[in-house]
């Protein structure tokens, strides 16, 4: 059963620009869209997951989603919002990229079913390694003039800013080549639509272009907004760099907390994009949230959807008893639950010092470990203090003077975590 796809986008705040007559051509039969992803990246981030949702809500409207790996444009860099050229890919890089790409996608787009809107993933180097220069300038090129290319935003924006070091040939012809993909897939697929982010549009409408000139044919284009935070900054981008959906890149702990502190009103605009939540249950999620803010409900389901849909339920499970661990109430064995990555994530920033394995081996003093072998407390006197008043933890269990730290104090046969009251955290790592 056909749903509206541009209905359920508008209310989500997912459309910035629709060529007219796009909602009604999407309500006549079953269509076939694509999103181009670049495969610089072995993995996804967070910035490519609009996309991504936009191909899901276009399956879930009974469409069949295309995803477009760019392995030939990958190879080129796109102008769109760049201010310099990017590093170009051989092609074993760009085929590994696109599979670990493939197997992240397959946890939202269902391509293995018999259903006749089943996913498909494509690579438009295999149609663009055969073509020679002469016959891609011969037979593309020249259906569009340089004014034509010139006019674009992304070219202009490049052209004409003053830090800009200039735009090579390879990337002004990368319109053509993106242009030339929604050409191939219109005839080959019958694909009529693209879509992408707003910075698309240029590169969206040279294929509809294409299309028309060539094939005297009618291609579509919708565009969904750039995300931004609400204090500015940039959307998906922390002090350590892209929150990727790879859990070795990103831990699930990691990801978990990015969407829990986020704004009130970026966890508003997040929820709707972010999850497949219905209207009415995001407008009971919001009417409850500005009833009690302090409660953080909005960014909690938030961060609950999008970490089991990325990830899975257990690493939710994880990465909140993780949380608690820091701002909660958790135990030893909640500590010895987390994996190496994860023990790193949540106590980033704590003080750490080395300790040779050895001196574990043979039982550490805890007044030795606290003072003159941690360094955590100033003096031995200091620690004596603190044990008395009973404020000193081992991997949050309570110690008192006498107590020594052996190899079954280890977490991950590594850390040892001090702690002196509720706030105060130190960590000794073996070496």
């Not at 541009?6 to 989500?12: A, I, K, N, P």
């Not at 994996?339 to 081996?361: N, R, Y």
């Amino acid at each position: 059963m056909m749903k509206n796809f541009v209905e359920e986008l508008t209310w989500r705040g997912m459309i910035q620009d629709s060529m007219p007559g796009t909602e009604e051509h999407l309500l006549e039969t079953m269509r076939m869209a694509y999103v181009g992803i670049d495969p610089t990246a072995d993995s996804l981030h967070i910035g490519h997951l609009v996309g991504v949702m936009g191909l899901k809500h276009f399956q879930l409207s009974g469409h069949k989603p295309v995803a477009l790996v760019g392995g030939a444009t990958g190879m080129i860099g796109d102008p769109s919002g760049k201010s310099a050229e990017r590093n170009l890919l051989n092609e074993e890089t760009l085929l590994h990229n696109q599979n670990a790409i493939k197997a992240q996608l397959a946890r939202f787009l269902d391509f293995d079913s018999d259903a006749e809107n089943a996913a498909v993933i494509v690579n438009n180097y295999d149609w663009m390694k055969a073509f020679s220069f002469l016959e891609f300038i011969r037979d593309v090129g020249k259906h569009i003039t340089v004014n034509y290319m010139m006019a674009k935003d992304s070219v202009k924006k490049r052209l004409s800013s003053e830090s800009s070091v200039g735009m090579s040939f390879t990337e002004f012809t990368y319109q053509l080549v993106q242009g030339y993909d929604f050409l191939h897939l219109y005839r080959d697929k019958q694909c009529t639509l693209q879509m992408g982010g707003s910075d698309q549009w240029g590169n969206i409408t040279t294929g509809t272009e294409l299309i028309r000139r060539i094939d005297a044919g009618k291609g579509y284009a919708l565009t969904w907004p750039l995300i931004t935070k609400a204090d500015g900054t940039k959307f998906g981008k922390t002090e350590g760099g892209n929150i990727w959906l790879d859990a070795e890149r990103t831990s699930p702990y990691k990801f978990y907390q990015y969407w829990l502190n986020t704004s009130d009103i970026d966890a508003e605009k997040y929820i709707k994009i972010f999850t497949f939540l219905t209207r009415s249950e995001i407008e009971a999620l919001v009417l409850e949230h500005r009833e009690a803010p302090h409660l953080r409900a909005l960014q909690k389901r938030l961060a609950e959807e999008i970490t089991t849909m990325v990830h899975s339920k257990e690493d939710l499970e994880n990465a909140i008893r993780a949380s608690e661990i820091l701002f909660g109430k958790s135990t030893s064995e909640d500590l010895r639950l987390l994996d190496e990555k994860t023990f790193l994530d949540v106590f980033e920033g704590v003080p750490q010092t080395e300790i040779a394995k050895s001196e574990v081996e043979s039982g550490l003093d805890i007044i030795g470990a606290l003072a003159e072998k941690g360094g955590f407390l100033k003096s031995n006197g200091e620690a004596r203090r603190a044990l008395k008043e009973n404020s000193i933890s081992v991997n949050k269990e309570k110690v008192k003077e006498g107590y020594s730290i052996t190899v079954n104090d280890l977490i991950n046969n590594k850390f040892v975590l001090l702690q002196r009251g509720k706030k105060n955290y130190f960590v000794l790592r073996t070496i």
